[in-house]
Nanobody, 119 residues
Framework: QVHLVESGGGLVQAGDSLRLSCAASERTFETYAIAWFRQAPGKERELVTS????????DYANSVKGRFAISRDNAKNTVYLQMNSLKPEDTAVYYC????????????WGQGTQVTVSS
């Protein structure tokens, strides 16, 4: 079982930056790929970005490419999401999720953190 806790959300203006953190309880954190999802009111949950277990591979949704950056510090059991040039359409609850090497599904989820971008 992996317990994930997101933090760093808040209310910002368009063009501002935020950094979200996802802290994990699991001492074998480096064996899990991590992703950030988001869900806006009335919309389906969207995969924003993911990072491999070693951190060597990352993927981004087209909507955030060039603006968001995911990274991880396995020594701190933490994944970060740096969000720059925020837009009102980035407003959503952001969730981190973890997946082990043997799973094709995102198995563990955090409780989410709200990001609100005003125009």
């Amino acid at each position: 079982q992996v317990h994930l806790v997101e933090s760093g959300g808040g209310l910002v203006q368009a063009g501002d930056s935020l950094r979200l953190s996802c802290a994990a309880s699991e001492r074998t954190f480096e064996t899990y790929a991590i992703a950030w999802f988001r869900q806006a009111p009335g919309k389906e949950r969207e995969l924003v970005t993911s990072i491999s277990r070693s951190g060597s591979t990352t993927d981004y949704a087209n909507s955030v490419k060039g603006r968001f950056a995911i990274s991880r510090d396995n020594a701190k059991n933490t994944v970060y999401l740096q969000m720059n040039s925020l837009k009102p359409e980035d407003t959503a609850v952001y969730y981190c999720a973890a997946r082990s090497a043997v799973s094709s599904q995102w198995q563990y989820w955090g409780q989410g953190t709200q990001v609100t971008v005003s125009s």
